[in-house]
């Protein structure tokens, strides 16, 4: 059974930064491409980054491009989302995911379209 555990967030002042952690059991995280999405209250669920099996490429959404880096510890199996330059709109629950097939991806909606397990969240708060 594979099981996602996100941690690291919390509440930020603008301009600051965090360090998302997904730690995985159950499955290799090396294989398979494993992203993070994000949703805001009231708001549908956004793909925010990607990492694909074949190669490692890592994709970003625009909205966090420049900002935000995605990282993965194969020692660990854990995978990693830096957060910097936070702005209130990053405000949201953010969940990592994984896939259960490997696939080949070209872009961030190829890379998340095929996620098949998910962790319960952590919550992101930046604010003043």
């Known amino acids: 059974q594979v099981q996602l555990v996100e941690s690291g967030g919390g509440l930020v002042q603008p301009g600051g930064s965090l360090r998302l952690s997904c730690a995985a059991s159950g499955q290799t995280l090396a294989y398979y491409a494993i992203g993070w999405f994000r949703q805001a209250p009231g708001k549908e669920r956004e793909g925010v980054s990607c990492?694909?099996?074949?190669?490692?490429?890592?994709y970003y959404a625009d909205s966090v491009k420049g900002r935000f880096t995605i990282s993965r510890d194969n020692a660990k199996n854990t995978v990693y989302l830096e957060m910097n330059s936070l702005i209130p709109e990053d405000t949201a629950h953010y969940y990592c995911a994984t896939a259960a097939a490997v696939y080949d991806s070209d872009s961030l909606d190829a890379c998340l379209g095929g996620m098949d397990f998910w962790g319960k969240g952590t919550l992101v708060t930046v604010s003043s």
């Open positions: 990492i694909d099996s074949s190669d490692g490429s890592t």
